[in-house]
């Protein structure tokens, strides 16, 4: 069986640097009947165990470890026995949220191969939004997973501690304009959209960042 994308959204607020901000955020999840993958485990640990069901939870990936992506992670992951799934840079905003708390079993590396319903997810390491950020890609299903490094009409947001715009640029030109252009891209919030669609914006993306 071909694995299948579903679609959850759950609200909360993203905290940093002091702020708070009342936030949607986009669960995603790939997998079949038998086994999924949760990608950012967002605000509501018992809702996301809805989606997953009875199926076996195979890992649960953070895009990125701001808050409002991995708050209820450790929830999640102790109904479920799943690993959390994290790039190391990130290790220091985890650490924010979850002081007492490891982020999981394996650390995310570029390049890493990610299977689940015999689907591969490749790890592009996307730093700029945080220095962790990381996007997964399947080219089977002609997806990106972009969490908040790509948007429909921009680059994720740099204005905070840890982020930085011409970082987040280089990731998403060297890294994720260099995909498809019919790759379709599901992001952290907000709706999804197309490489193809946002490639031709870049240099204006670059003017308004400067």
């Known amino acids: 069986m071909t694995a299948r994308i579903e679609h959850l959204v759950t609200s909360g607020t993203f905290q940093l640097d002091g702020g708070g901000w009342e936030v949607d955020n986009n669960v995603w999840l790939i997998g079949d009947d038998r086994e999924v993958l949760v990608i950012d485990a967002a605000h509501d640990a018992a809702a996301i165990a809805a989606a997953v069901g009875d199926r076996r939870l195979v890992g649960i990936v953070c895009t990125h470890a701001h808050n409002d992506h991995i708050n209820a992670a450790p929830a999640l992951a102790a109904r479920t026995k799943a690993p959390i799934l994290l790039h190391p840079a990130d290790a220091v905003l985890w650490k924010e949220v979850h002081p007492d708390r490891e982020h999981g079993h394996w650390e995310l590396v570029d390049g890493e191969l ?39 009409g921009g680059p994720g947001a740099t204005g905070r501690s840890y982020s930085d715009f011409d970082t987040i640029i280089a990731s998403i030109r060297d890294r994720l304009l260099t995909l498809p252009a019919d790759t379709t891209v599901h992001p952290g919030h907000g709706a999804t959209t197309s490489i193809g669609a946002e490639a031709p914006h870049l240099d204006d993306w670059i003017a308004r960042g400067h």
Do not use: M, R
């Not at 990610?114 to 962790?132: F, I, N, Q």
């Not at 997973?145 to 429909?152: A, E, I, N, R, V």
């Open 114 to 152: 990610l299977t689940v319903a015999d689907t591969g997810l490749y790890v592009l390491h996307t730093p700029g939004h945080s220095p962790g950020a990381i996007c997964l890609y399947v080219p089977e299903l002609g997806v990106l997973f972009s969490g908040d490094t790509l948007f429909q």
